[in-house]
């Protein structure tokens, strides 16, 4: 009750303070506007004594003297006096008796500014005959003979001073007069020591940004805080500025919020001792009833005692109650538990629970072991520990929804790291279980390996994929022999025998490939399973270096080489007894990446090129090329067929 009181009083006073500097701050704005008007009239009282000594006859004929007396009995202004120069110097100086010899001007840098006709209101600036501190009210006139005179009303600076103590400031109060340049001109305190010295940086500011009014909080020149309001005169461009120290805007509310504090807290203090009091008779009662509380945490049984207070007593009898059914309870929910926890355990697949920040709770032996890790090293880390980045996202974003109850259950596959470094996969269904109010509360994660299964489909994926590019392939060839094998005007009979040919040296080079489990084999099998049909393979000749050629190069290989002896046979070194063949191939280049071999036959018929060309021709000249990026050349000399093929090493090996 005290607080709020206090909080109250503590606001009524600072909105006091906030009036009563308000107050002041309208008091002071309205002050400096006052001494601004005050400034103006003084200068009002210049302005016009100069207007009429401008005008004088005596000054457009040069008659000084006559002036000068004029000008004498003309001012009623204390601290001033008349100035009138030429262009050498000083004509008329009231200030000094008359005849006495005048200042010679060294600069007319103070005529800039000055035109005939205006007024000028000068700044703050020494005088050469008075040397003190003193303003000018001046204007320039033509004479009779054209030439220009500066006629200067001039006023000492403390004359100023003194319209600051005719205003009875009140006695704390710092009243100025500041010129354009926001240099002092008249202070109300201590002027002799900062009159003709700038104001504080931030008035000189102010000044000089032009600024008509304002009040704001600052540090006098005397190193003060201070309220300082500033007026501009539009006039003369002059500005007064009046300050208030704070303390003595803050010092009676200051002196209020201290009574205040201090009454506050012996009230607080009375309150608190009361309160104490009041307390300590409850405090024992209460006392039993937390260690009662505690004991029902812990599940001890609890017996009522009686207190005297008997509120006190009606919660000790409830929480009595309360002890022996939760124990009635926590008995069947541990049996359930126990049950509950054997079935998991003992069940062949993984269960885990997942708190709302994927982390495990819990984890079953299954769980351990499929991946290999402890259920310590598991309780407290994210199931994605595991699961490899390119099956994380949808678990992640599935799981999410989970969570935000968009999902109930969802099931996926990922791929996931075992402990060693294997990988496998598992087929995860994720439960959400949620309270009463539908709140996300963990989910159950069973999890199932399928490494095995997904091998096994994947063997399986590939052997159909590769069987269907094979028979393809070779329906493909066998399409393109038998094309090739009846086109044209041959024998039925010739060309059923050339086919045939050509399908066995497919099938041999299909048997090879099978042996090597259709990887690459060796160019030397190649050469001799296509040689063999040929008179037993021993009139061929063969060497090179240990070369395996990919399985299209291969078949390639095998069926150009049949043409080749089958055109030997006919036309070539195989049909006579005498001829045989030589077949080389050895790697050439810097770095012995381009295979070149060499069919070359030998001490057979004298051969002529053939007219036109075959289905051997096309195939070896085309076919060839085109399959091994290489070049391929098939000569006809007289003494005998020359095929010549050369190819990268890489195209032979990897097709």
Same mark, same amino acid.
């Given at each position: ?15 006091g ?14 002050t ?51 100035v ?36 000028r ?7 050469l ?14 004479t ?42 008249a ?14 940086p ?11 009014q ?6 006098s ?5 201070t309220?300082?309001a500033l ?21 009676p ?6 009574y ?39 599940g ?51 269960? &885990?629970?997942?708190?709302?920040? !994927? %982390?495990? /709770?819990?984890?079953? =032996? #299954?769980?351990?072991? +499929? $991946? ?29 929804k ?18 060693d ?22 989910a ?44 044209g ?5 010739? &060309?059923?025998?050339?086919?045939? !040919? %050509?399908? /066995?040296?497919?099938? =041999? #080079?299909?048997?090879? +490939? $099978? ?21 037993g ?17 291969a ?9 080749l002896?089958?055109?030997?046979s006919?036309?070539g ?62 000569r006809?000399?007289v ?17």
């Amino acid at each position: 009750m005290l607080v709020p009181a206090l909080i109250a009083a503590g606001s009524a006073v600072y909105a006091g303070y906030l009036n009563d500097r308000t107050g002041v701050e309208k008091h002071l704005q309205e002050t400096s506007r006052a001494l601004s008007l005050v400034v103006d009239r003084q200068f009002g009282q210049a302005e016009a004594l100069l207007w009429a000594l401008s005008t004088s006859s005596q000054l457009r004929v040069k008659d000084y003297l006559a002036f000068d007396a004029r000008a004498r009995a003309a001012i009623r202004i204390p601290g001033t006096w008349v100035v009138v120069e030429d262009e050498r110097g000083q004509v008329v100086n009231t200030l000094l008796p008359p005849g006495n010899a005048l200042p010679v001007l060294s600069s007319r840098d103070h005529w800039k500014g000055a035109a005939e006709g205006t007024v000028r209101i000068s700044n703050l600036f020494t005088g050469l005959v008075a040397k003190r501190p003193a303003v000018g009210v001046d204007t320039l006139i033509t004479t009779a003979d054209g030439s220009r005179l500066f006629v200067s009303v001039v006023t000492r600076a403390d004359t100023m001073s003194q319209i600051l103590i005719d205003q009875s400031l009140p006695q704390d109060w710092i009243g100025a007069i500041l010129d354009r340049n926001g240099t002092v001109v008249a202070r109300n305190k201590d002027s002799d020591r900062f009159v003709g010295h700038p104001a504080t940086p931030e008035n000189v500011r102010r000044v000089q940004a032009g600024v008509s009014q304002g009040v704001w909080e600052g540090i006098s020149l005397d190193g003060v805080p201070t309220v300082v309001a500033l007026s501009r005169s539009p006039s003369s461009g002059w500005s007064t500025i009046v300050a208030v120290p704070q303390a003595e805007i803050t010092g009676p509310a200051g002196r209020t919020a201290l009574y205040l504090a201090a009454t506050g807290a012996m009230l607080l203090a009375s309150g608190t001792l009361i309160a104490w009091r009041v307390g300590r008779s409850i405090a024992a009662p209460i006392e039993r009833l937390a260690l009662d509380a505690e004991a029902l945490g812990r599940g001890a049984p609890l017996v009522a005692r009686r207190s005297g207070v008997a509120e006190v007593d009606r919660v000790a009898g409830t929480l009595s109650s309360a002890s022996a059914e939760l124990r009635k309870r926590e008995a069947a929910l541990r049996a359930s538990e126990e049950r509950l926890r054997a079935t998991q355990e003992n069940a062949p697949v993984a269960i &885990a629970e997942i708190g709302s920040d !994927g %982390r495990f /709770l819990s984890v079953n =032996e #299954a769980r351990c072991r +499929l $991946t290999g890790h402890t259920k310590d090293e598991l309780i407290g880390q994210h199931f994605a520990h595991v699961t490899t980045e390119g099956s994380l996202d949808e678990d992640l974003a599935l799981f999410a929804k989970h969570v935000s109850g968009e999902l109930d259950a969802y099931t996926t596959e990922s791929e996931f790291k075992l402990k060693d470094g294997r990988r496998g996969w598992a087929r995860v269904t994720s439960t959400a279980i949620r309270n009463d109010h539908g709140t996300f509360r963990y989910a159950v994660r069973v999890v199932e390996d399928i490494t095995e299964r997904r091998a096994a489909e994947r063997r399986q994926k590939l052997m159909i994929n590769e069987l269907n590019h094979r028979v393809k392939n070779t329906l493909a060839v066998v399409q393109s022999i038998a094309a090739q094998s009846f086109k044209g005007e041959l024998d039925p009979k010739m &060309a059923l025998r050339a086919f045939q !040919g %050509r399908l /066995l040296a497919l099938s =041999e #080079a299909h048997n090879l +490939l $099978t042996l090597e489990n259709w990887e690459a084999a060796p160019l030397e099998r190649i050469v001799e399973n296509a040689l063999r049909p040929f008179a037993g393979g021993n009139r061929f000749e063969t060497e090179g270096p240990m070369v395996r050629v990919g399985p299209k190069a291969a078949v390639a290989l095998a069926l150009a080489f049949h043409e080749l002896c089958t055109n030997a046979s006919k036309y070539g070194a195989l049909s006579t007894e005498e001829g045989r063949v030589r077949i080389a191939w050895f790697l050439e280049g810097e770095l012995r990446d381009v295979l070149h071999l060499r069919w070359e036959e030998i001490g057979g018929p004298e051969v002529q090129a053939p007219t036109r060309s075959g289905f051997g021709s096309r195939l070896i000249g085309r076919k060839l090329a085109a399959e091994f990026e290489g070049a391929v050349e098939l000569r006809f000399p007289v003494s005998g067929a020359v095929c010549e093929i050369t190819a990268p090493l890489a195209i032979i090996e990897s097709r």
